[in-house]
């Protein structure tokens, strides 16, 4: 049965490799305000333990952890703007679901059929002896998957945020990389606060029917995994800790 196309939502994305095996991943959700979005909760699925926040729409998600080492956050939209069909194959957000239960992650993204489903960017980390960081951009006709190296990196969705606002973000990321500590506090803030002053194109966005609806922080450490989930529409903040598998 063909899924109809997911609301033009957008997110933005900070991902900061931190010494060993750990990571900040700091992700805005910006979304139709009426959009109903269910709390992390752990899952088993297929004999694989996830945590993630659960659209109640389609039943996915953008953003997850599993006991297979894996983190995946998904962005809609590849490299640019696209013309969006009526309906797809499935949603995106069933791609993340996917892709935390893969033993082999880099083996199940390289065979993954993503004909059917609209663009979409994914950034995921694999963790075990060594910290392994990919990027995936799908965009509707070819796969492009990079591995990235250990450095700070920022994404925002091609869906509504045009190559220059694209540059702007990555501009004030830039200085406050140099002025700030990379710490998940700092980092919170900076999805909260970083901008000029205009609801467009700030990092919490509000253009009516539009809202930055929450911020999901995952942060791993030497001894464990931490999702931090914040409803900005009501201030409520919920925090699960999953036990990280490290080497």
Known sequence: MPYLADPEFMCTVTLIPTQENNFILTSNRDE??????LLPEFYKINETRMLFPKD???GGTWIGVSDKNTMICLLNGGFEIH???????????????????????E??????????IEPFTIVAANWGSDLLLFELVWDGKQKHLRSLEKKTHIWSSSTLYT?????MRQEWFNTFKDENMLAPDSLLDFHKNAGIGDKD??????????????ITQ???????LTM?????QNKEVNTVIFEAITA
């Open 32 to 37: 139709v305000v009426n959009r109903k979005t």
């Open 56 to 58: 109640a729409v389609a």
């Open 83 to 105: 013309e969006r069909q009526v309906s797809y194959r499935q949603s995106r957000g069933v791609v993340v679901k996917d892709l935390l239960q893969a033993d082999d992650l």
């Open 107 to 116: 083996k199940a993204i390289t065979n993954y059929d993503c004909k059917g």
């Open 163 to 167: 190559k220059e606002m694209k540059n």
């Open 201 to 214: 194109v700030d990092l919490q966005i509000d253009r009516d029917f539009l809202k930055t609806i929450s």
């Open 218 to 224: 995952i942060v791993k450490n030497e001894e464990e």
């Open 228 to 232: 931090r989930y914040e409803n900005l």
